[in-house]
């Protein structure tokens, strides 16, 4: 292309608090419509925001995962624009003043390669309302459940360069406001959003182009799809000597295409000033340390220690620390299995294959998987011991996941335990030995792939009981002797 794209984000994450940011109300999603209200939330006059201590503290933790200085000072202010679901006249965000900038997130590219997308700033805020457009009449229903409900905007600066790199900044900070516990990311419910700002330059050009807002994108696919879409109107407004209009668009994911939505405003526009009702936030040195002290290790840290400590590959790293909740499944297993490079491999093998497929097949999440971390190392244990094959081990797995039975009560309840007794399959291979006179010929003759017929005759005539180094042992011993 002869042009350079330019992409910043604004992310706006839901903190996963009980209440609303400035009154008692529930943040619970579903409720019937304006349920979950109040006096403050729906700007009725004479009425006061107090302000939700656990947002701030979420909000904190954000910042500090994302690489940002926190502010240990810093405010509300008043965003003055008019909207149907916003009650009050005007949005409580932070702007002179937010609780944490000068940021970073690295992100992983497609080609294995990384790169570093700062973040300028993240603010807390409230949500506003929501407008239902009734489909068979001119009309719009107010719902005012959300309005109040905690955001974060999370700024980036304008370093991405492709719908590629712009998705996976989203990605990756979804990944990390659910690993530490502050957002549950559902972005079908509007947890998580993303408002990206493109712009295109002509290449080696240093000021940016004029911008257009993508707004309220709330899935992955969306995001990139409609960074693309922008890129390619703008790139054919300016190759056909057009200019591109600073606005705000929305897009429709059905018909794949953005529609303009009103003239994008600058910061001027919304009048910002303090928030007369809201003291100044202070977060003092003990609790920083609080908040600091209470975040997980986070997923790049534990990536590095799978890889590092553990020798997995990075691939695996990767699957493994996709949620928080499967890598803490994972580290429970090894906490009671063993973490040898050999043993995590085999742990990883389990966790991303059997584990991740019953969660797939049945619909279940890891609260409530049948299989615990702590019987997933059971099983690994008797692999581990060549008491069961692993071929044995898939077919215990079943059974623990359908009874909820230890690997080792299964084990023994249905005699399943390997055969490793040498002169027990010796004579099993002696025998067959003797009835297949014409394929140990063939076999001593050069057909090298009729191992494959006697080690499966073996392990049928030992009803897959037999432990499989012993019978290719024998076998090797006797054919090649």
């Given at each position: 292309?002869?042009?350079?794209?330019?992409?910043?984000?604004?992310?706006?994450?839901?903190?996963?608090?009980?209440?609303?940011?400035?009154?008692?109300?529930?943040?619970?999603?579903?409720?019937?419509?304006?349920?979950?209200?109040?006096?403050?939330?729906?700007?009725?006059?004479?009425?006061?925001?107090?302000?939700n201590?656990?947002a701030?503290?979420?909000?904190?933790?954000?910042?500090?995962?994302?690489?940002?200085?926190?502010?240990?000072?810093?405010?509300?202010?008043?965003?003055?624009?008019?909207?149907?679901?916003?009650?009050?006249?005007?949005?409580?965000?932070?702007?002179?003043?937010?609780?944490?900038?000068?940021?970073?997130?690295?992100?992983?590219?497609?080609?294995?390669?990384?790169?570093?997308?700062?973040?300028?700033r993240?603010?807390?805020?409230?949500?506003?309302?929501?407008?239902?457009?009734?489909?068979?009449?001119?009309?719009?229903?107010?719902?005012?459940n959300?309005?109040?409900?905690?955001?974060?905007?999370?700024?980036?600066?304008?370093?991405?360069?492709?719908?590629?790199?712009?998705?996976?900044?989203?990605?990756?900070?979804?990944?990390?406001?659910?690993?530490?516990?502050?957002?549950?990311?559902?972005?079908?419910?509007?947890s998580?959003?993303?408002?990206?700002?493109?712009?295109?330059?002509?290449?080696?050009?240093?000021?940016?182009?004029?911008?257009?807002?993508m707004?309220?994108?709330?899935?992955?696919?969306n995001?990139?799809?409609?960074?693309?879409?922008?890129?390619?109107?703008?790139?054919?407004?300016?190759?056909?000597?057009?200019?591109?209009?600073?606005?705000?668009?929305?897009?429709?994911?059905?018909?794949?295409?953005?529609?303009?939505?009103?003239?994008?405003?600058?910061?001027?526009?919304?009048?910002?000033?303090?928030?007369?009702?809201?003291?100044?936030?202070?977060?003092?040195?003990?609790?920083?340390?609080?908040?600091?002290?209470?975040?997980?290790?986070?997923?790049?840290?534990?990536?590095?220690?799978?890889?590092?400590?553990?020798?997995?590959?990075?691939?695996?790293?990767?699957?493994?620390?996709?949620?928080?909740?499967l890598?803490?499944?994972?580290?429970?297993?090894?906490?009671?299995?063993?973490?040898k490079?050999?043993?995590?491999?085999?742990?990883?093998?389990?966790?991303?294959?059997?584990?991740?497929?019953?969660?797939?097949?049945?619909?279940?999440?890891?609260?409530?998987?049948?299989v615990?971390?702590?019987?997933?190392?059971?099983?690994?244990?008797?692999?581990?011991?060549?008491?069961?094959?692993?071929?044995?081990?898939?077919?215990?797995?079943?059974?623990?996941?359908?009874?909820?039975?230890?690997?080792?009560?299964?084990v023994?309840?249905?005699?399943?335990?390997?055969?490793?007794?040498?002169?027990?399959i010796?004579?099993?291979?002696?025998?067959?030995?003797?009835?297949?006179?014409?394929?140990?010929?063939?076999?001593?003759?050069?057909?090298?792939?009729?191992?494959?017929?006697?080690?499966?005759?073996?392990?049928?005539?030992?009803?897959?009981?037999?432990?499989?180094?012993?019978?290719?042992?024998?076998?090797?011993?006797?054919?090649?002797?």
């Amino acid at each position: 292309m002869e042009y350079e794209v330019v992409i910043g984000l604004e992310i706006h994450a839901q903190l996963k608090t009980n209440t609303k940011i400035f009154c008692g109300c529930s943040t619970a999603f579903g409720a019937e419509p304006n349920s979950q209200t109040c006096p403050v939330c729906t700007g009725m006059p004479g009425v006061l925001p107090v302000l939700n201590k656990t947002a701030v503290a979420y909000a904190a933790k954000a910042g500090i995962a994302t690489n940002c200085t926190i502010n240990r000072v810093n405010r509300f202010a008043r965003k003055n624009y008019f909207y149907p679901d916003l009650p009050l006249g005007y949005q409580i965000t932070q702007f002179a003043l937010p609780i944490a900038e000068h940021g970073h997130l690295d992100i992983e590219l497609s080609d294995g390669s990384t790169k570093r997308i700062g973040i300028t700033r993240i603010h807390m805020e409230n949500d506003a309302g929501k407008l239902n457009h009734d489909p068979m009449r001119p009309i719009s229903l107010v719902n005012l459940n959300r309005a109040g409900v905690p955001l974060i905007e999370i700024v980036s600066e304008p370093d991405m360069r492709s719908a590629e790199e712009a998705g996976a900044l989203v990605r990756k900070m979804h990944q990390l406001v659910r690993h530490i516990g502050v957002c549950d990311g559902n972005m079908e419910e509007g947890s998580l959003r993303c408002d990206a700002n493109v712009s295109l330059r002509p290449r080696g050009q240093k000021e940016f182009g004029t911008r257009t807002e993508m707004k309220n994108l709330n899935s992955f696919r969306n995001i990139e799809r409609a960074i693309r879409y922008e890129i390619n109107r703008q790139a054919d407004i300016l190759d056909n000597g057009g200019e591109v209009i600073q606005e705000t668009r929305l897009w429709n994911a059905d018909k794949e295409i953005s529609t303009s939505m009103r003239s994008k405003e600058d910061a001027h526009d919304y009048r910002y000033f303090p928030d007369p009702d809201l003291l100044p936030v202070v977060i003092d040195d003990a609790w920083y340390d609080e908040i600091a002290g209470g975040l997980p290790e986070l997923p790049d840290a534990m990536k590095r220690r799978y890889v590092e400590e553990l020798g997995l590959p990075a691939a695996d790293a990767e699957v493994l620390t996709s949620s928080i909740e499967l890598a803490t499944y994972f580290d429970a297993c090894l906490a009671s299995f063993g973490t040898k490079p050999k043993q995590a491999k085999l742990a990883a093998n389990w966790v991303m294959g059997s584990v991740l497929a019953l969660l797939h097949t049945d619909g279940m999440d890891l609260a409530n998987v049948p299989v615990s971390a702590p019987m997933l190392a059971g099983l690994l244990a008797l692999i581990e011991s060549d008491v069961i094959s692993g071929t044995m081990a898939k077919t215990v797995f079943d059974e623990m996941a359908a009874s909820g039975k230890e690997a080792k009560v299964i084990v023994d309840e249905k005699g399943l335990a390997q055969v490793s007794d040498t002169s027990e399959i010796e004579g099993v291979v002696d025998k067959l030995l003797a009835d297949n006179p014409k394929e140990v010929e063939a076999f001593r003759g050069g057909k090298k792939k009729l191992m494959g017929f006697f080690v499966g005759q073996v392990m049928k005539a030992t009803k897959g009981k037999g432990n499989p180094k012993v019978v290719n042992q024998l076998l090797n011993e006797k054919l090649n002797g």
